[in-house]
């Protein structure tokens, strides 16, 4: 998000500090909704990090319902056989948010862009 920030220009700032808008306002009004793509990047980056982590909800869970999607598709692998169409059926299901959020999330991105309000 740093790194984002520091590519939009000073000159947007300076102009909405010309036109009497204060830090708050500034920061709001004016870089927030510039770095919409970045926050909604991170967002989903972490969103499916968070998701897809096993050793962390393995390790804090101890009552069954608090088991995630992650931990529930490990149970139904077994040592010696497995149960192939159940799994992927799970398998499915459990993507179908993470696709459904990425899919929210890239339209947001392109609109995002779109109405950066820095002409080239």
């Known amino acids: 998000m740093r790194q984002y920030f520091q590519t939009i220009p000073v000159e947007l700032e300076e102009a909405a500090a010309l036109d009497g808008a204060n830090r ?38 101890t009552r069954p319902e608090l088991r995630t999607v992650q931990l529930a598709l490990a149970e139904f692998q077994e040592q010696f056989t497995n149960e192939w169409a159940v799994l992927m059926a799970a398998v499915v ?24 309000g820095i002409k080239s």
Not at 31 to 42: M, V
Request: net charge neutral; glycine share 4%; aromatic share 14%.
């Open 24 to 61: 708050l306002q500034i920061l709001t009004q004016v870089l927030f909704p510039l770095a919409r793509p970045a926050a909604i990047t991170l967002f989903l980056f972490a969103f499916i990090g968070e998701w897809n982590d096993l050793f962390k909800p393995l390790v804090f869970t």
């Open 93 to 116: 299901i459990a993507t179908v948010p993470v696709v459904v959020l990425f899919l929210v999330g890239q339209r947001q991105f392109i609109e995002g862009i779109a109405s950066s």
